[in-house]
């Protein structure tokens, strides 16, 4: 179990009703979010259009510098839609989620996580999306070194296979989803 702490600036404000409490000096102040909600509204409801067309969360597997310019790219074209007055489409909700996926991209290449793909990984990935018919289709695979198996995430995996199915890789690995 962790051991939590109190963090104290060591001043204090008192209130009417004798109540004290530590100073908010150097907090964020997350009341300030309340006349931002209806925007925060409307950018979880971009990010809700995303998942339905592109698979939940599907932004997160970004992880080049092409992909990092396309962010920038969307989010200033969209900045320059809002700032024009255009309301075709929520131009502001675009420029926040392009900005923010922009910044999880350089976090990403900041400092890779992640080992690059094996050839076998890319050309399973290439053989999944070409099943499903959809080559924007996100797919995962994790290595799991125990038994050379490999497990493949695929937000449309479930519409296309039954769990009890098996890809046996020519290398001879025993693939599931």
Known sequence: MTDFVTKDSGERVDYPSGMRRD?????????LLKPVLPMLKRYVELLTRGAEKYGDSNWTLANSQEELDRFKDSAFRHFMQWFNGETDEDHASATTFNMWAAETVEAKLAEPDEEPLADWEIEL??????????????????????????????PA??????????????????LGW
Do not use: M
Request: glycine residues 8%.
């Open 23 to 31: 100073t908010q000096a150097g907090k964020p102040r997350y009341s």
């Open 157 to 174: 995996a479930a519409e296309a296979w039954s769990t009890a199915y098996r890809h046996e890789y020519p290398k001879g690995e025993v």
């Open 125 to 154: 990935r290439a053989e999944l999306r070409a099943d499903l018919g959809d080559e924007t289709k996100p797919v995962t695979v994790h290595n799991h070194v125990e038994g050379g198996r490999c497990s493949v995430t695929c």
